[in-house]
């Protein structure tokens, strides 16, 4: 039985490429029952339309400007739980994973595979809740059978992923972005959106009041 206009999955796209977006858009308008009700090209913009558009499904990347998708993944899912949010990466690498689904992320779809995946996708997560693909699986388990137990009680200080309180480690030891991209495997894109992303958690408005925050937390340590 076909959907009806209110019963369509209202989808919303954020991602900083526009070809991409029109891609999606013009693939998902052909289905009776999905509907892309908005697009943001930043992450503060996608945490600012979801507030206002409330959307079934986000189609969400991580490396968007501003804020990076796996924190504006975080904002959302505390704003709104009931949006449900799909990582749709080009990044499948265990840590970027794992980090998804430690913020609320409710599937992660690597951006190399089939178009149809992603329609899959939508349907999954608005049915029955999350979504993984199989490729992805033995990452995610591999990552959460080898995190640190240390790790995931210094993540709960202002709720910092992972990777933010390796950068904040790498920056607390006088490497700059460009050199904190290269320890860490990153781009220094990369780098600068978990930046913003620590700034806005921790409410710090430069490095050296986040590094010295993550000290008095107990974040990082004072040597």
Known sequence: MQKSKADKIRVMIADDHSMLIDGLKDILSDLKDIEVVGDAGTGEDSVKLAKSLKPDVILMDINLPGISGIAATEIIKKENPKIKVLIVSSYDDDSHIVEAFRV???????KHLHVTKIIESIYEVYRKGTYVPESIIPKLLRSLKNLPSGMVRESANFQLTPTEIRVLEA?????????????LKISEKTVRNHLNSIYLKMGAKNRSQAVSLAISRGILSRD
């Open 104 to 110: 609320g992320a409710d599937g992660y779809v690597p």
């Open 171 to 183: 920056i607390k030891g006088g490497q700059q972005s460009k050199e904190a991209a290269k320890t």
